[in-house]
């Protein structure tokens, strides 16, 4: 709850694996574990920025580093760090095509 991912992650799951098996159609156990060499190492990297963030929000039960986290805040705001901070949260690169439809 503290990195507000989980539902955003849990959709690029669903997504990504749909279209591992879709590429994989002939060796399901390939297309897994291709999934989880790609999505595992995402989900720890959201998992630990979630983590960072608690910890952050725990300091502010003291009131004698608020001034610390206001300059922390202060820099972390910056255009430039929070593009490269946030890159790896909203960079996800998704498969492009759209999934067949096999109704048809």
Do not use: C
């Not at 608020?66 to 901070?85: C, E, G, H, Q, T």
């Amino acid at each position: 709850p503290w990195g507000g991912q989980g539902a955003g992650i849990s959709i690029e799951d669903a997504f990504d694996l749909a279209h591992r098996v879709n590429d994989y159609l002939e060796d399901i156990p390939k297309a897994i574990k291709v999934y989880e060499e790609t999505r595992i190492p995402r989900a720890k990297f959201i998992r630990n920025a979630a983590q960072m963030n608690f910890k952050v929000f725990q300091l502010f039960n003291y009131p004698l580093l608020l001034p610390v986290l206001s300059v922390y805040y202060k820099i972390l705001a910056r255009p430039f760090l929070m593009d490269k901070f946030q890159q790896p949260i909203l960079g996800y690169d998704i498969p492009k095509e759209p999934l067949p439809d096999y109704n048809k």
